[in-house]
């Protein structure tokens, strides 16, 4: 199941996502004309495929925004799913979860329990783990990045983004080039390749590394993670980087 959104405009523009789950992968060129998203699964029938169909798509012009508004829904209940992850197997019919051979990758956020990234308690729906949702986004060069998810990772590559913002409880959050760097993630990790401007990174047990800051303000918080942050002479600035219980590098 595929679908595709092309924004109605040429150049750099927001592209706003909602994507529950799955992996986002964003790649931004300097040939690239226009933007679009490609939402896809390897299931035909089911609740990721029914996510993929109702997937909606629109370009928003307003003054001083340009974006590419997609919106992937949430997965439908009901039936019996079983998913595999590593030493971990979880099956769920209705509201009800069983787990067995539990050996590890397992937290509690907010009252629901997290297994390998993946909500699997408070009626959620569990996917297996060879099937996701996938969204493909290209971009033209400069254009900006919004990613509001549950637990998918995101993943950017190509040439420099203007920003990437992203709000995740367990998603992964890793950024080739940017300008600006904005996330809250309650356990996804977080690392950048260089960032040329600000980053403000709030997290409470993910590790966050930034390999390359040049930037003009940074402020990284983390309650239990690691921090590692590598500012080179042309930052300038206040850098703050502060965790509760994990290390902290500069």
């Given at each position: 199941m595929i679908r595709k959104f092309v924004a109605e405009t040429a150049g750099p523009l927001w592209v706003d996502l909602h994507c529950p789950i799955g992996t986002v992968l964003v790649a931004a060129g300097a040939d690239l004309e226009y933007a679009e998203v490609t939402?896809?699964?390897?299931?035909?029938?089911?609740?990721?495929?029914?996510?993929v169909r109702n997937t909606t798509g629109i370009t928003r012009q307003e003054p001083g925004v340009r974006a590419l508004q997609v919106r992937v829904p949430e997965t439908s209940g009901g039936g019996v799913t079983a998913m595999n992850?590593?030493?971990?197997?979880?099956?769920?019919?209705?509201?009800?979860?069983?787990?067995?051979?539990?050996?590890?990758?397992?937290?509690?956020?907010?009252?629901?329990?997290?297994?390998?990234?993946?909500?699997?308690?408070?009626n959620q729906v569990l996917v297996d783990s060879r099937a996701t949702v996938s969204v493909l986004v290209l971009v033209p060069a400069r254009s900006a990045i919004r990613l509001t998810t549950r637990s998918a990772d995101l993943d950017t590559s190509g040439a420099p983004l203007r920003a990437v913002e992203a709000t995740s409880v367990s998603g992964d959050v890793r950024v080739g080039s940017v300008q600006a760097l904005t996330v809250h993630t309650t356990s996804g990790h977080v690392s950048a390749d260089h960032v040329t401007d600000l980053v403000q990174v709030v997290s409470v047990a993910g590790d966050v590394d930034i390999d390359r800051y040049e930037g003009t303000r940074c402020t990284v918080s983390s309650t239990s993670g690691d921090v590692r942050m590598r500012a080179y002479p042309t930052a300038t600035g206040t850098i703050t980087a502060r965790s509760v219980s994990g290390d902290v590098r500069r």
């Open positions: 939402v896809s699964t390897t299931d035909e029938t089911g609740p990721l495929a029914e996510a992850m590593g030493d971990v197997t979880i099956s769920a019919s209705g509201g009800g979860v069983a787990a067995m051979n539990i050996s590890g990758g397992v937290s509690i956020v907010n009252g629901r329990v997290h297994v390998g990234g993946h909500v699997v308690s408070g």
